[in-house]
């Protein structure tokens, strides 16, 4: 089930913990949530749409996608309505600091490519809703 962030969403302690953690990510980069959204049907998702545009790619939105099985990246809008483009993934920690994603997008904006990789990461396994519940808690986030 996908839901907008202003909306009630599921009441797993997992759900509550990614939407805090997306509004700690939605803090770091200087932004709102009105334009984000969790999907906690399997693989569960997060979107984030940004602020910004990228110089070799005039015209479209830019998002942050996160899933529990690539962690996060940078994606694109189509101009049809199709899936986004993804352009690049950030690696590493399935959760990572927000300072550290907020690092991904600057580099993403200065077209900087030390930071995040093309291809995505190995995938991960889909985990149940209690299993992620416990990364966030070792993550010592917020519900």
Request: hydrophobic share 45%.
């Given at each position: 089930?996908?839901?907008?962030?202003?909306?009630?969403?599921?009441?797993?302690?997992?759900?509550?913990?990614?939407?805090?953690?997306?509004?700690?990510?939605?803090?770091?980069?200087?932004?709102?949530?009105?334009?984000?959204?969790?999907?906690?049907?399997?693989?569960?998702?997060?979107?984030?749409?940004?602020?910004?545009?990228?110089?070799?790619?005039?015209?479209?939105?830019?998002?942050?996608?996160?899933?529990?099985?690539?962690?996060?990246?940078?994606?694109?809008?189509?101009?049809?309505?199709?899936?986004?483009?993804?352009?690049?993934?950030?690696?590493?920690?399935?959760?990572?600091?927000?300072?550290?994603?907020?690092?991904?997008?600057?580099?993403?904006t200065e077209d900087d490519h030390h930071i995040g990789v093309p291809a995505p990461p190995e995938l991960r396994a889909t985990v149940d809703l209690d299993d992620l519940a416990e990364q966030f808690a070792r993550r010592g986030a917020r519900t």
């Open positions: 089930m996908t839901a907008s962030i202003g909306r009630p969403i599921g009441q797993h302690t997992a759900i509550r913990a990614l939407r805090a953690y997306l509004q700690d990510i939605a803090g770091a980069l200087g932004i709102g949530l009105e334009s984000s959204t969790i999907d906690d049907d399997p693989p569960v998702s997060a979107y984030l749409a940004l602020d910004t545009k990228l110089a070799h790619y005039p015209g479209r939105d830019v998002a942050l996608l996160w899933d529990e099985r690539h962690g996060w990246a940078a994606a694109i809008e189509t101009h049809s309505g199709e899936d986004l483009i993804v352009l690049r993934y950030l690696g590493g920690s399935l959760l990572p600091p927000p300072s550290e994603v907020a690092r991904f997008v600057t580099a993403l």
